[in-house]
C-alpha cells in the first residue's frame, strides 16, 4: 500500500482527483441511507416506514461522532506521513484500532440498553415503537460495524488515499440492497429485515476492507503490540477528533430544533423545511468533500513543514468549490420553485418551498468557502475553533432566529431561509478573523503579499510623477 503524493509537485490536479471519489462516497452513502426507506416503503408497512425513518435518525448521530473521531485519525497520520515518521504512525494505527473498538464497545452496549429511551424521546408513534426500538437495537449490535468502517476511511485518507473507502461503500450499499430486498421482500422481517441488512452489509463491507489492507499491506512498519502501546496515539486522535464529533454531533442536534421550530409553523412550514434538507443535504456535497480533502492535504503538508503549499492548496479548493457553489446558488435562488416540484406536494406547498430556498440559496455559496476553511483548520490541528464556530452559527444565530420568527408568528419562509443563509455568513465571518488573528504563517503571507502590492503600486505612482 502506498500513500499519495500531496508532497511535491502539482496542486491543483491531485486535489481534484482526490475529492471526487470523496464526492462520490458521500452520494453512494446517501443512496445507502435512503435504500431501506425506499424499500421498506415499497415491501413494508407505514409504521415500518416511520420506524426505520425514525431510527436512522438516531443511528446517524451515533454515526456523526464516530465520522467525527476518524477525523482524528487522517489529521493524526497526516501529520506523520508528511514529516516521514514511520514508528508514530504505527502508534497512530494501533491507537485508532484500540480505540474504536474500545468506542464500539461501549456505544453498543449504551445504545441497546436506552433503545427504548431513544424511541420515546422521539415521540414515536405507538404503532410505530416497538419497530423503532427493534430497529435501533439491531444496528446498535453492528456498532462495531460502523466504528471500524469510518476508522479505516478516516486511515486511508490520511493516507492520501480516497478510493479505497469508496469501494468500500459501494459494497456496503450494493449489499444493503439485495439484504432489504431479501429480508424485507422475501422474509417479510419489515423493519427488522432492514436493520439485519444493513448490519450484514456493514460487516461485509469492513471484513473487505480488513482483507485488502492485508493483502496490500503498510506503508510503514506496525506490529499487533502496537495496540497494547498506544496511549499516545489514541491521545492524539482523541484531540484532534473530539472537537469536530462534538460540533457534528451539536450541528446535528441544532437541525432537530430547527426542524421542530419550523413545524410548529404549520404543515405546509414543515413539508417546506424537509424539502430544504433534502436540496442542502445534495448541494453541500461538494463543500463537505473539500473539507475532507483538504483536511488531508493540509495534514501532510503541514507535518512536513511546508505551510506555504497547505496554504496554496486551501485557496485553490476555495476558488474550485466556490465556482460550483455558484451553480447551486443559481438554482436554489432562481429555480427553487423547479427543485421543490421534483419533490412533489401542492402548489401552495411548491411556492412555499420556493420561497424558503431562495431566501437559503445564499449559504450553499458561502459554505462552499467555509467548508474549505474548515478543512485547512481541521488539517492544521485546529479543531477546537472548529467545534466553538459550529456552535455559535447553530445556537447563537441559526436556532434563535428561526425560534423568534415562528415567535412572532411570521411564517414567510423568505425570512426563515435568510436566518439560515445568516448563519453560514456568521461561520465565514469567525473563519475568517480566526484565519487571519491565529494562523501566524498565513497573516505573514498576507501581509507581504499586501507590501508586495503596495510597493508596487507607489512605485508606479513615484514613476509616473516622475515623468510628468
Same mark, same amino acid.
Given at each position: 500500500?502506498?500513500?499519495?503524493?500531496?508532497?511535491?509537485?502539482?496542486?491543483?490536479?491531485?486535489?481534484?482527483?482526490?475529492?471526487?471519489?470523496?464526492?462520490?462516497?458521500?452520494?453512494?452513502?446517501?443512496?445507502?441511507?435512503?435504500?431501506? &426507506?425506499?424499500?421498506?416503503?415499497?415491501?413494508?408497512?407505514?409504521?415500518?416506514?416511520?420506524?426505520?425513518?425514525?431510527?436512522?435518525?438516531? &443511528?446517524?448521530?451515533?454515526?456523526?461522532?464516530?465520522?467525527?473521531?476518524?477525523? $482524528?485519525?487522517?489529521?493524526?497520520?497526516?501529520?506523520?506521513?508528511?514529516?516521514?515518521?514511520?514508528?508514530?504512525?504505527?502508534?497512530?494505527?494501533?491507537?485508532?484500532?484500540?480505540?474504536?473498538?474500545?468506542?464500539?464497545?461501549?456505544?453498543?452496549?449504551?445504545?441497546?440498553?436506552?433503545?427504548?429511551?431513544?424511541?420515546?424521546?422521539?415521540?414515536?408513534?405507538?404503532?410505530?415503537?416497538?419497530?423503532?426500538?427493534?430497529?435501533?437495537?439491531?444496528?446498535?449490535?453492528?456498532?462495531?460495524?460502523?466504528?471500524?468502517?469510518?476508522?479505516?476511511?478516516?486511515?486511508?485518507?490520511?493516507?492520501?488515499?480516497?478510493?479505497?473507502?469508496?469501494?468500500?461503500?459501494?459494497?456496503?450499499?450494493?449489499?444493503?440492497?439485495?439484504?432489504?430486498?431479501?429480508?424485507?421482500?422475501?422474509?417479510?422481517?419489515?423493519?427488522?429485515?432492514?436493520?439485519?441488512?444493513?448490519?450484514?452489509?456493514?460487516?461485509?463491507?469492513?471484513?473487505?476492507?480488513?482483507?485488502?489492507?492485508?493483502?496490500?499491506?503498510?506503508?510503514?512498519?506496525?506490529?499487533?503490540?502496537?495496540?497494547?502501546?498506544?496511549?499516545?496515539?489514541?491521545?492524539?486522535?482523541?484531540?484532534?477528533?473530539?472537537?469536530?464529533?462534538?460540533?457534528?454531533?451539536?450541528?446535528?442536534?441544532?437541525?432537530?430544533?430547527?426542524?421542530?421550530?419550523?413545524?410548529?409553523?404549520?404543515?405546509?412550514?414543515?413539508?417546506?423545511?424537509?424539502?430544504?434538507?433534502?436540496?442542502?443535504?445534495?448541494?453541500?456535497?461538494?463543500?463537505?468533500?473539500?473539507?475532507?480533502?483538504?483536511?488531508?492535504?493540509?495534514?501532510?503538508?503541514?507535518?512536513?513543514?511546508?505551510?506555504?503549499?497547505?496554504?496554496?492548496?486551501?485557496?485553490? $479548493?476555495?476558488?474550485?468549490?466556490?465556482?460550483?457553489?455558484?451553480?447551486?446558488?443559481?438554482?436554489?435562488?432562481?429555480?427553487?420553485?423547479? #427543485?421543490? $416540484?421534483?419533490?412533489?406536494?401542492?402548489?401552495?406547498?411548491?411556492?412555499?418551498?420556493?420561497?424558503?430556498?431562495?431566501?437559503?440559496?445564499?449559504?450553499?455559496?458561502?459554505?462552499?468557502?467555509?467548508?474549505?476553511?474548515?478543512?485547512?483548520?481541521?488539517?492544521?490541528?485546529?479543531?477546537?475553533?472548529?467545534?466553538?464556530?459550529?456552535?455559535?452559527?447553530?445556537?447563537?444565530?441559526?436556532?434563535?432566529?428561526?425560534?423568534?420568527?415562528?415567535?412572532?408568528?411570521?411564517?414567510?419562509?423568505?425570512?426563515? $431561509?435568510?436566518?439560515?443563509? #445568516?448563519?453560514?455568513?456568521?461561520?465565514?465571518?469567525?473563519?475568517?478573523?480566526?484565519?487571519?488573528?491565529?494562523?501566524?504563517?498565513?497573516?505573514?503571507?498576507?501581509?507581504?503579499?499586501?507590501?508586495?502590492?503596495?510597493?508596487?503600486?507607489?512605485?508606479?505612482?513615484?514613476?509616473?510623477?516622475?515623468?510628468?
Amino acid at each position: 500500500m502506498t500513500e499519495s503524493n500531496f508532497l511535491n509537485g502539482r496542486i491543483t490536479l491531485p486535489l481534484i482527483k482526490f475529492t471526487i471519489p470523496l464526492a462520490l462516497a458521500m452520494i453512494v452513502q446517501a443512496m445507502y441511507g435512503a435504500v431501506d &426507506m425506499v424499500i421498506v416503503g415499497q415491501l413494508g408497512t407505514t409504521a415500518d416506514v416511520a420506524a426505520v425513518g425514525t431510527g436512522s435518525l438516531i &443511528m446517524q448521530a451515533l454515526t456523526a461522532v464516530v465520522a467525527g473521531l476518524s477525523t $482524528g485519525t487522517t489529521v493524526r497520520l497526516g501529520h506523520c506521513i508528511g514529516s516521514g515518521d514511520k514508528r508514530a504512525a504505527g502508534e497512530t494505527l494501533g491507537g485508532m484500532i484500540a480505540l474504536f473498538v474500545l468506542l464500539s464497545l461501549v456505544l453498543t452496549v449504551v445504545m441497546i440498553i436506552f433503545a427504548e429511551t431513544l424511541a420515546g424521546l422521539m415521540s414515536v408513534p405507538a404503532e410505530a415503537f416497538d419497530k423503532t426500538v427493534s430497529y435501533i437495537t439491531i444496528c446498535s449490535a453492528g456498532t462495531f460495524f460502523i466504528a471500524s468502517y469510518n476508522g479505516i476511511a478516516g486511515f486511508f485518507r490520511g493516507l492520501g488515499d480516497s478510493k479505497s473507502p469508496l469501494i468500500f461503500v459501494i459494497i456496503a450499499c450494493g449489499l444493503n440492497i439485495i439484504g432489504d430486498l431479501f429480508c424485507v421482500g422475501v422474509l417479510k422481517l419489515g423493519t427488522a429485515g432492514a436493520a439485519y441488512a444493513t448490519v450484514f452489509a456493514q460487516a461485509v463491507s469492513v471484513l473487505f476492507s480488513i482483507f485488502y489492507i492485508w493483502r496490500r499491506g503498510l506503508p510503514f512498519p506496525f506490529a499487533w503490540g502496537m495496540i497494547f502501546r498506544s496511549g499516545a496515539g489514541v491521545n492524539h486522535i482523541l484531540r484532534i477528533g473530539i472537537p469536530v464529533a462534538a460540533q457534528d454531533l451539536l450541528n446535528y442536534f441544532s437541525f432537530m430544533i430547527l426542524a421542530s421550530i419550523i413545524n410548529s409553523l404549520g404543515l405546509i412550514a414543515s413539508a417546506a423545511i424537509a424539502v430544504e434538507g433534502k436540496v442542502f443535504s445534495f448541494f453541500i456535497l461538494v463543500p463537505a468533500s473539500f473539507m475532507a480533502a483538504l483536511s488531508a492535504f493540509v495534514a501532510q503538508n503541514v507535518g512536513a513543514g511546508q505551510e506555504k503549499r497547505a496554504l496554496k492548496a486551501l485557496f485553490r $479548493g476555495m476558488t474550485i468549490a466556490f465556482s460550483l457553489g455558484l451553480i447551486s446558488w443559481y438554482l436554489a435562488f432562481f429555480h427553487g420553485e423547479f #427543485l421543490a $416540484g421534483l419533490f412533489g406536494g401542492e402548489p401552495e406547498s411548491v411556492t412555499a418551498t420556493g420561497r424558503l430556498l431562495k431566501g437559503a440559496a445564499f449559504e450553499h455559496l458561502i459554505y462552499s468557502l467555509v467548508f474549505c476553511l474548515l478543512g485547512y483548520f481541521n488539517g492544521k490541528a485546529m479543531t477546537a475553533f472548529v467545534m466553538i464556530q459550529g456552535v455559535v452559527c447553530a445556537f447563537l444565530v441559526r436556532v434563535p432566529l428561526a425560534w423568534y420568527l415562528s415567535y412572532t408568528g411570521n411564517t414567510d419562509l423568505l425570512l426563515v $431561509g435568510l436566518a439560515l443563509s #445568516l448563519s453560514s455568513f456568521t461561520g465565514l465571518l469567525l473563519c475568517g478573523i480566526y484565519f487571519i488573528k491565529k494562523d501566524r504563517f498565513s497573516r505573514g503571507m498576507l501581509r507581504g503579499s499586501y507590501l508586495r502590492l503596495l510597493n508596487k503600486v507607489t512605485g508606479k505612482r513615484g514613476r509616473n510623477a516622475a515623468s510628468s
